[in-house]
């Protein structure tokens, strides 16, 4: 018996741990951008009122690049990364789930299972991260090198799912061209 119990509590914390993003992703690379010659990049931040969210999502790119063999260099970068990002509440309509509920028997002294199956509104969160490479805007004239947007449809907003959607936008990079899509567990995205 106490073994049966061992195991049901691992597969319950297993099973726990099992949080995916779903995404889907779109990457643009400018037709003739050649990636061999580039090897350093920087950022430029862009928001003012998130800036503790947009650092953690650019950290979560530089980890991405410098996986690809990019380096890091804010002095003299080849070129620019920007994340855009946001996030827009909605509410699903029409959503049917089944309760579990009990009533108690106050003659019998029992609980008596009353399952319920309601249709209801479900909330869910739809979360943008957009990411520009482009050339380094001291030369005059910004060109977009590469362009990848990756967006889903959860229950938690940015502070959760950001750093999948970024991973999710860099997995095919610079290779890949058009629409994909991701699945990434939460916990490979910490």
Request: with cysteine; charged share 30%; glycine share 8%.
């Amino acid at each position: 018996m106490r073994k049966l119990l061992v195991v049901f509590a691992l597969i319950g914390m297993m099973l726990s741990g099992c949080v995916y993003v779903n995404m889907d992703v779109e990457n643009k690379p400018v037709p003739g951008a050649d990636f061999n010659g580039l090897k350093t990049f920087a950022f430029k931040q862009k928001s003012d009122s998130k800036k503790d969210l947009e650092a953690i999502l650019l950290n979560t790119a530089k980890l991405e690049l410098e996986a690809k063999g990019f380096s890091y260099d804010p002095e003299s970068p080849d070129f620019m990364v920007v994340v855009n990002f946001g996030s827009k509440a909605f509410m699903e309509r029409g959503v049917t789930y089944k309760r579990e509920t009990y009533e108690y028997d106050y003659i019998s002294k029992t609980n008596t299972d009353i399952g319920v199956v309601k249709t209801a509104d479900a909330p869910r969160v739809d979360n943008t991260v957009r990411i520009y490479l482009m050339t380094p805007e001291n030369e005059g004239m910004k060109t977009y090198l590469w362009r990848g947007m990756a967006t889903s449809q959860d229950r938690e907003g940015l502070d959760i799912v950001g750093r999948c959607l970024v991973k999710g936008a860099f997995s095919q990079f610079p290779a890949a061209s058009g629409k994909f899509r991701e699945k990434l567990n939460v916990r490979d995205c910490e």
